[in-house]
């Protein structure tokens, strides 16, 4: 299948030695392609659409901060060429005098391809989601419009399924049809036909997540915040399928991951403060067993800020 195109046959145990060994042949591209994996580290590869969290802004206590968004990102690596597009919530609570809780959700539309070596790339689709749960601690800001300087360490779960397809062109047996008379000699024959080998992809991931902002104030309409997310995936059960209507391709496999590298992910928050909206960007580079994942990150955030009635 590397070269696009497989060849699929029955060999005749009455056929004649000369047509045994062309048959064989024949079979030698299909042996080939069906010991290939789609993707030589596709199964081995580690799938990440996890956003950073979001700018984590100032707040007094039995203050909250409720935020949404929208994230594009897109991961290259491995033979995967994938871009993702993301809707998020978040809600930070400060619940002491320096620190407090933030949780979110993401939920992803992915699309992209694989390039399996061939001449021609599986195209993929699927959807997944990221529930992250972080706590912080701010030692700078004393008030909800001074400079500050988010702490946060905290752990993620998520799931994400991708589907795929690649067509390519292959000979399959029609019928048998014989020689004579006088001497008859049965033999196959085959005819050309498009076949189409389906891939699907689950993978599950825990993990946890670190870093700090600083957030700046530049003057009443602006907050700078750079910051710089650490991650870490412990656990990543990935469990591919692949099938051919035609071809006798079908295999499934069921890997655990393992723990990771530490992914370090710095980037940066640009907010207006009078009405709570964000424009960022981060850069995330993972090293896995088949090689390295880039990921770039552009959001657009908003968000509302709360006082309980029970609020200093």
Known sequence: MRGGRAVAGVIDGGAPRWYFRGSMRRLLPLLLAACLPVGVHAKDTAIQFAPPPFAMTNLVVNDALEGKGLD?????????????GTYSQSSM???????????????????????????????????GFTLPLTWYYDPLSQDDDDNSLPIYIGVHGGMMLLSGRMSFETTVLDHYDSTGPP??????????????????????????????QYGLNLGDQLKVIPYVNLSQDVYNLSNATESAIYSPIHSSTSTNLGVLPVAVAPGFDVVLR??????????????????SMKQINLHFHWSRKFRSICGA
Request: proline residues 1%; aromatic residues 16%.
């Open 72 to 84: 594009y990102m897109g991961l290259k690596g491995n033979g995967f060429d994938l871009k993702c």
């Open 93 to 127: 609570d400060r619940y002491w005098d320096q620190g407090g809780f933030v949780r979110g959700a993401a939920f992803q539309l992915i699309y992209g391809t694989l390039d399996t070596g061939g001449s021609d790339r599986f195209s993929l689709f699927g959807e």
């Open 274 to 291: 009078k009405i709570g909206l964000s424009l960022g960007a981060a850069y995330q580079s993972t090293s896995q067993a088949g090689g």
């Open 183 to 212: 001497f008859y000699i049965s033999y196959p024959v085959y005819r050309n036909v498009t076949d189409t080998l389906t891939l699907d992809m689950l993978q599950v991931q825990i993990g946890w997540h670190a870093g700090i």
